[in-house]
């Protein structure tokens, strides 16, 4: 028995195509953006000598050094048919991840003018993915040729995302692509996002999301600054996250052995640990990570088994 594993990939045109039929310098510029869906900030304690936390990141600048580095995006996804009454509901230490090594050179300059799907924005933040590689060694080659991904999303100096865009390499091999955009899915989806109002060491603030994967779970991300030093600030970071959707029905195609059937969520668990070094004055975090891991129990119509989900996401940063 498996559910389907429910995945929304954006459209994801190529270099070499948009090149051939634009003389737009941006490759970016004929690209439709994305919106991102707008994160609920809420600040649940100023702490002490509390100020405005925001990126002091733009250069426009022609020969702006980009900001280098190299993020470790690890995914796992179990589920299992289990006896009513041997479900365990809390979410476990650990699940078997594979890991994308993304070298990465990052700009931020301010926001051009919105285009079509976009709103205001006060900065742009640019990728370029280096040579990609992963703990599967088999997917090396595919991730190879889609060195030179591109990314940018659009947002205010709090860090709050309006719009994403991307664009594989034309000759980029389609799995390796898809690893490749849902790393820097992952990478936004864990972008640090500060409070409007003021907050100092001991404060914290929540902000809650939206973020797809295996399947569309909500995030609440609990950040508590534990010291700021001049335009450095660390962050103890706590996620919870629970299923988007209070049930799952299935029709022939996506599951025979299901069709018909609702599942319900009995229960949801998040078992997580983070910390962060933030440079206000680079877009990514300089050091640290995020790890979690949920289990999601879901009841069907035979009372004597559930079916157990369990999916867990690293996001490491290093210069």
């Not at 991730?143 to 664009?167: A, C, H, P, Y």
């Not at 052995?257 to 004055?281: F, K, N, P, Y």
Request: one cysteine or more.
């Amino acid at each position: 028995m498996k559910l389907r594993r429910i995945a929304i990939s954006l459209a994801v045109l190529s270099v070499g195509a948009v090149s051939a039929c634009s003389a737009e310098p941006d490759p970016l510029a004929e690209i439709p953006a994305f919106a991102v869906d707008v994160a609920r900030v809420e600040l649940l304690d100023a702490g002490k000598d509390a100020k405005l936390l925001a990126y002091e990141d733009i250069n426009d600048e022609d020969d702006a050094p980009a900001t280098q580095r190299t993020v470790e995006v690890s995914e796992g996804f179990e589920q299992n048919v289990v006896a009513a009454e041997a479900v365990d509901p809390e979410s476990p230490e650990g699940t078997d991840t594979s890991t994308l090594t993304l070298p990465l050179s990052v700009t931020t300059t301010s926001a051009p003018v919105a285009g079509d799907g976009e709103v205001e924005a006060t900065r742009a933040v640019h990728f370029t993915a280096g040579s990609p590689t992963h703990t599967t060694a088999t997917l090396n080659d595919e991730l190879e040729s889609n060195e030179g991904f591109l990314m940018d999303w659009r947002g205010n100096n709090q860090g709050r995302i309006s719009t994403v865009k991307l664009l594989a390499p034309e000759d980029g091999a389609d799995e390796g692509r898809a690893i490749v955009e849902a790393g820097l899915m992952n990478i936004l989806s864990t972008a640090v996002v500060f409070p409007s109002e003021p907050v100092g060491v001991g404060g914290s603030w929540s902000v809650e999301s939206r973020v797809t994967g295996d399947s569309t779970m909500l995030r609440t991300t609990t950040y508590t600054v534990t010291a700021i030093d001049g335009g450095t600030v660390d962050l103890d970071v706590q996620i919870e996250q629970r299923p988007s959707q209070a049930s799952l029905s299935f029709d022939e195609s996506e599951a025979p052995e299901l069709a018909g059937q609702s599942l319900t969520v009995e229960s949801s668990t998040t078992r997580s640990q983070g910390a962060l070094t933030i440079d206000l004055s680079q877009p990514l975090p300089v050091d640290g990570e995020i790890a979690s891991t949920t289990r999601v129990v879901y009841a069907g119509e035979d009372d004597n088994f559930r079916i157990v989900q369990d999916q867990a996401n690293m996001v490491a940063y290093a210069e």
